[in-house]
């Protein structure tokens, strides 16, 4: 067995991110050429061995059980979006593009389910988004490549991923998150706490579960304005548990999907625009 032969390459796109990336850039018109196009670009520059793309169900999902508020600051989308991604989801499965979309889940939670499985199989792993919270399945068999039409690609791998979160390990971005909040899903952390306070705490005891150990670190340590952040911290203990439930990524979803052992081409994929 020849043992430095490269793994198998897996492409996971977060589809509903990307399409909605893809509407806005068309003006709020068509999905589907912006889409094909970014997904072309990403088959011909990486070859892979196979690809997957995920989808968001309706709401509710598990978390908006966990936290009625969740991501209720966001209006709903356009119909035509939705219709639009229905047609988009139809059009890829028709090709025999492998989809995934799983009721009570969102996209990310199958993304890192399969990323799991990916792992698990020896495969390496991209995955495409326009999410900064993927990071968070980083290691050492997955790239990250963020897109957006607002800025040039970017390519994140663990150590770059940890330079981007202050020295935060991508598998602590939840409890990051947990203590900080997350604006743009509604989640507010713990209050009091932004993300200065929450990666000077978490620098020292990695996660939630070692800081709650023994909060009294905080004084220990010395950070500034330690005695109103060990109350803060005591105050919202269930607060903070709970928001790193809600931002941290499902890994055994039951997506009833296998792992693809072939890719249509880039050209294949073109084609689809005029067919």
């Not at 602590?172 to 200065?196: C, Y």
Request: hydrophobic residues 40%; aromatic residues 8%.
């Amino acid at each position: 067995m020849n043992t430095h032969q490269k793994p198998e390459r897996l492409i996971l796109v977060d589809g509903h991110a990307v399409a909605f990336d893809s509407w806005f850039s068309s003006g709020e018109e068509d999905v589907i050429p912006g889409f094909i196009h970014m997904l072309a670009g990403v088959v011909k520059r990486h070859d892979p061995a196979g690809l997957i793309i995920t989808f968001d169900p309706p709401p509710p999902t598990f978390r908006h059980y966990l936290y009625p508020d969740y991501k209720a600051n966001r209006p709903m989308p356009p119909e035509e979006f939705l219709e639009e991604c229905e047609e988009l989801y139809e059009l890829l499965e028709s090709k025999g593009i492998t989809v995934s979309r799983v009721p009570g889940f969102e996209a990310d939670d199958l993304l890192g389910t399969l990323n799991a499985k990916a792992s698990e199989a020896g495969m390496e792993t991209i995955i495409y988004t326009c999410d900064l919270d993927i990071l968070q399945l980083l290691d050492e068999n997955t790239t990250v490549e963020v897109f957006s039409q607002y800025w040039p690609l970017r390519t994140f791998d663990v150590e770059s991923a940890i330079r981007r979160f202050g020295g935060i390990r991508p598998a602590n971005i939840p409890d990051l998150k947990a203590l900080m909040g997350d604006r743009s899903d509604n989640l507010p952390g713990v209050p009091g706490i932004g993300e200065k306070s929450a990666t000077a705490v978490l620098a020292e005891t990695t996660d939630l579960e070692t800081l709650y150990e023994d909060v009294e670190i905080v004084t220990r340590i010395g950070i500034r304005g330690a005695k109103r952040i060990t109350r803060l911290l005591t105050e919202h203990m269930e607060d903070a548990f709970l928001m790193k439930k809600l931002t941290t990524i499902v890994r055994d979803v039951s997506t009833g999907v296998q792992l693809p052992d072939r890719c249509i081409s880039a050209s294949e994929i073109k084609a689809i625009r005029t067919n």
